[in-house]
């Protein structure tokens, strides 16, 4: 904690919220902006669907298997430290991926740009918790949370704009400004914090088996479509497995494991992470999906299709407050429930968007639909995840459903495609890629049905629990989440 805590009203406050608020807002609006420019992506590295798959995919490869160690990494060596290292990383790693000649450099850079987000998410509000007078933080987040919104919003326009203007490798390049302010302002007007009763070995092992694991199971999935069932499938596919297991046993011997065995002898939470599981699965293949076929099928601008989405992500600024609100009243059982459902119904009405498709007639119904469902669960499924667990494990506890809703999102842009049938030209191909995405968009409904059919089971209907203002967990390596009731998945990591 900082010595002396910083009152929002000051000067000092208000540098301390810009910085996190510039940090976590360079993440949102890459995470945004990637997925409306990646038609043409592939168009200009002449690039097959798998390239535009790993695009995605190697970002958040490294950022799910690094990012509990991140927040570790804050605790121990100064959070202003490392958030500042991220930010000049992932600035760094964006400008690679402007430049970027080909697909391999570009995929290699993704990658480094998922580690610097690794370091720079869990800093930018392990800054405010640690800075910040305890009467304050709940204002803080409220504000770096509406503003960080107000970037998950605008980077779906922002994206289709540079797109069709000066072109896609704007959508990356537009990082750098952004850090090159965030950068000194965090250097001049941000205390250093660490935990001084941060201790132990980091679990670099683990964090290495986990996303060697993940990127083993990734790379077959993506290459099934195109090679079928060769060793170059097989093989990766069987290694992912037992790197898997051999994660599992690790965590399970270590002193200090960063995804501790034990925490999953509670019912409650090993079924809201289930549940998580299949609903970001769902929405990480609609966003991928639905923003190509907007443009290949239906023929609109990279801008009118980034555009088109912003319905839910506005939905979800407005009323997820209120359905927070109401979930603790009403327990969290029926809105993790519905709320799925209602989300399966927008991805089936969006099977009626194909050539000639009007706005208002055919995709705006659909994602409001879709928005609707997304507000009633988001917010009563992180404060399930927060009421499963004892309080001093709810940072913990938070940080894995964090890294399960990426982990979910990674596999399903990666296996969606396969089991919809897509070869690797068919986004070339407006006919063969409408019929796919109809059959993507049954899959994410059946994935959702499936995420409410386990709430309804599963998820006791009581009335969610609030923690007092100021208790935090005490866990070293996932203290950046202590006292937040936020979503799993910042707004820009699902559109």
């Known amino acids: 904690m900082s010595d002396t805590p910083v009152r929002l009203g000051t ?30 992506i592939g168009r200009d590295l002449d690039a097959d669907l798998a390239v535009l798959q790993w695009t995605v995919n190697a970002y958040m490869l490294t950022l ?164 079928g069932a060769s060793p170059w499938v097989i093989g990766p596919a ?31 939470f090993t ?13 990480s293949g609609f ?51 519905v709320g799925p459902l209602l989300c399966a119904a927008g991805m089936l009405l969006m099977t009626r968007v194909g050539p000639g498709a009007v706005y208002w007639r055919d995709v705006l119904p659909a994602l409001t639909v879709l928005g609707l469902g997304m507000t009633a669960l988001v917010a009563p499924l992180t404060a399930t995840v927060l009421a499963s667990v004892d309080v001093a494990r709810a940072g913990l506890a938070s940080g894995i459903n964090n890294a399960a809703a990426r982990a979910a999102g990674l596999i399903a842009v990666a296996a969606l495609p396969l089991l919809a049938g897509m070869g690797p030209d068919v986004y070339r191909d407006p006919t063969g890629f409408e019929d796919t995405f109809r059959r993507a968009m049954l899959w994410c409904a059946g994935s959702l049905a499936l995420g409410g059919i386990l709430a309804w089971l599963s998820v006791r209907p009581t009335t969610l629990k609030t923690r007092p203002t100021g208790e935090q967990p005490c866990h070293p390596e996932c203290k950046y989440h202590c006292g937040v009731s936020s979503p799993p998945l910042d707004l820009g990591d699902v559109a």
């Open 11 to 40: 000067p000092a406050g208000r540098w301390v919220l810009l910085t996190a608020v510039l940090g976590s807002g360079l993440a949102m609006l890459d995470s945004t902006v990637v997925n409306v420019a990646l038609p043409h």
């Open 64 to 227: 799910a298997g690094l990012i509990l160690l991140g927040g570790a990494l804050g605790d121990r060596f100064g959070r202003r430290r490392v958030f500042v290292i991220g930010t000049v990383w992932f600035a760094t790693a964006s400008l690679l991926c402007g430049l970027a000649p080909d697909a391999t450099v570009l995929i290699a850079a993704r990658a480094l740009q998922g580690v610097g987000g690794a370091l720079l998410t869990p800093g930018s509000l392990a800054l405010i918790q640690a800075i910040f007078h305890p009467d304050d933080r709940a204002g803080a987040v409220g504000a770096w949370s509406g503003l960080g919104g107000v970037a998950s919003a605008v980077g779906p326009f922002v994206g289709g704009w540079l797109v069709d203007g000066p072109g896609w490798r704007w959508v990356f390049l537009i990082n750098l400004p952004l850090a090159a302010i965030c950068v000194p302002v965090a250097l001049r007007h941000v205390p250093e914090t660490r935990d001084p009763g941060a201790h132990g070995r980091f679990d670099v092992l683990g964090a290495t088996l986990g996303a060697l694991s993940l990127g083993a199971v990734t790379y077959a999935l993506i290459a099934a479509p195109d090679q």
């Open 238 to 268: 069987v290694a992912g497995v037992l790197l898997g297991v051999a994660f599992v046993r690790l965590e399970k011997r270590r002193t200090d494991p960063m995804l501790p065995p034990e925490i999953f002898s509670s019912r409650m």
């Open 271 to 283: 079924a809201v992470n289930g549940v998580t599981l299949f609903i970001y699965a769902a929405f």
């Open 287 to 337: 966003f991928f999906l639905s923003v190509i076929q907007l443009q290949v099928v239906v023929g609109w601008s990279a801008l009118a299709a980034g555009t088109a989405l912003l319905p839910t992500t506005v939905l979800m600024l407005l009323l997820s407050a209120r359905s927070g609100r109401l979930a603790q009243r009403i327990g969290p059982r029926i809105p993790l429930t």
